[in-house]
């Protein structure tokens, strides 16, 4: 039968217990919580023929940019197919079925399409909201991102569930798109909605990192625990936001015990708790900290991912990882895997091939020791690095050894030129790092006079 879910959107389950799971799905997803999997799990017990629930099995195993999850997503592709031909679905249930098809036959934008077909018809569906805003979040559309979220901002009123959840989502859009000050209002306003939105809470912490505040996303962070304390790995990636906020004052010790005590707390090999470790990893050394054995245990993983190829920002952490721990023979091996996807056709080896290839090839050489290779295949790729998804905040360790390799090589005016573009993104603000740098090509230029 048709019911509706906590959304106010038509769901073909038949009984107020299974609507009870499959809010819990919802309520899961939206909030980063830990009991997604749970709910899903129980729900599809005692409702195995639920079409939708099979299809968001699938998108969610797509979600975590695994190689090993894909033959489970082909899987729930086609029990979802099963369940729909035996029984009357929805249109939203079909949307949601056509969006998994369409990215496991590697066109995640056509995905897209497919959600928003349903937000057409439904735009107080902010279930599918989520879903369009994270599968752009993984290919870097950060204006597509916010177009989305604000086509269906005026169906999610203050009686909305989820209103606090979708006024999360359109912080974060507006801080990748450069709008600081409205991002944090919108994000604040958010959390009063709803405390428990560690995505919202997250995206004022963005803010905080882009404007150069650290006191204050700190203070965030901490007085807003209820947001992420809870959540599942995301809460990782906030840890990760306040090593950063630790940085930018000056906090290096700060930051690295972070790192142990939090962010890698917990040993797994989830792309996203790898790039976090990675990230942070890479950053410190860039300042001059000697991080110790820690790469070894990151090698560890990512070695086991070089035949991945899923997404690209994964791959070059995993890399920053592998250039860590001296893993030559893993990095050649990415590096051969890099040129093999260049030639397939789709979106993802698009990427592979352009920024991808770039990167690898500049990070590679960043690691060796060859500065100025590396500087100019990283400035090549910077144009398209958006692409690979991730926020600003993630993709700004490339920029930072971008910048370091040009000082090292002494493309000074190329380097200051990529400080001044960095600085207009984050809203003219001059970070520590910056600044910085900026001291050294001053110095630099200064005894090249002399």
Known sequence: MIQSDMCS???????????????????????????TPVHLGKLMEVEPEFAMGHAARGLFCLMTGRAEVIAPAHDALAAAKTAANSTHIT?????????LDLWLAGKPTAAIGAVETVLLALPHDTLSAKLSHGIRFMLGDSAGMRRSVERILAAHGPDH???????????????ETGEYARAEAVGREGLTYTTDDAWGLHAVAH????????????????????????????????????????????????????????????????YRDISNAASLLSRLELEGMDIGPRWEELADFSE?????GCLVFADLHYLLALAGAERADARAAMTARFACDTLKTGEMPARVAAPGQAALSGLNAFSEGRYDTAFVNLAAA?????????????????????????????RYDATAAILRDRQRI??????????TRLEKINFARGVAAQ
């Open 9 to 35: 959107c038509p769901v073909t389950l038949s009984s107020s217990t299974s609507v009870a799971h499959w809010n819990g799905v919802i309520h899961g997803l939206l909030s980063h919580g830990q009991q």
């Open 91 to 99: 249109s939203r249930e079909a949307g949601w079925i056509e969006a």
């Open 161 to 175: 569930a989820a209103r606090g959840y979708l006024l999360g989502c359109h912080a974060f859009t507006l801080e």
């Open 207 to 270: 803010v905080h990192d882009m404007m150069a505040r650290p006191d204050c996303g700190i203070a965030l962070i901490e007085k807003n625990t209820a947001a992420w304390s809870g959540s599942n790995n995301f809460r990782y990636h906030v840890w990760w936001h306040k090593a950063l906020l630790h940085m930018e004052r000056g906090e290096l010790d700060i930051a690295l015990g972070l790192y142990d005590a939090q962010i890698r707390a917990d040993k797994t090999d989830d």
């Open 304 to 308: 086991n991912r070089v035949e991945d």
């Open 382 to 410: 910077r144009p398209l690095m958006q692409t690979i998804g991730g926020s600003h905040a993630q993709r700004d360790v490339f920029e930072r050894i971008t910048i370091d390799a040009g000082l090292r090589a002494g």
């Open 426 to 435: 984050r809203g003219g603000t001059l970070d520590r790092f910056a600044i």
